[in-house]
């Protein structure tokens, strides 16, 4: 099993609207490529009054790497170019493929 994670850096004026589009447009884009339990996170503390930004790392499951390349091929240019043409440099983001060695949960 893969841990997908990517830590975004938002302008906080966009915060609500980027929670908005992760959840309405990114996840189900990922999900259709066998992608599953989403979470979104905020960081606490994770906000910088001086800067105005606030971080959030959406993680993502995957059940293989042919799911996860998937998902990075059919979906993420799109899913890239439309977070850079509507936010510019509003949204910053950084992402990690892990590989899951242990999972209490199951």
């Known amino acids: 099993m893969i841990l997908y994670n990517t830590t975004f850096c938002i302008d906080t004026k ?9 959840k309405l447009h990114y996840i189900p884009a990922a999900e259709s490529s066998g992608m599953h339990a989403a979470l979104v996170l905020a960081m606490r503390g994770g906000y910088d009054d001086d800067n105005n930004t606030r971080t959030v790392a959406l993680q993502m499951r995957a059940p293989s790497e042919k799911a996860l390349e998937q998902f990075r091929t059919s979906h993420l240019p799109t899913i890239y170019n439309t977070i850079y043409s509507r936010w510019g440099t ?3 983001m950084f992402e990690s ?10």
Do not use: P, Y
């Open 14 to 22: 966009l915060h609500d609207e980027f929670i908005e589009f992760l």
């Open 97 to 106: 493929t892990l590989d899951i060695i242990h999972d209490s949960e199951r």
């Open 90 to 92: 509003g949204v910053a």
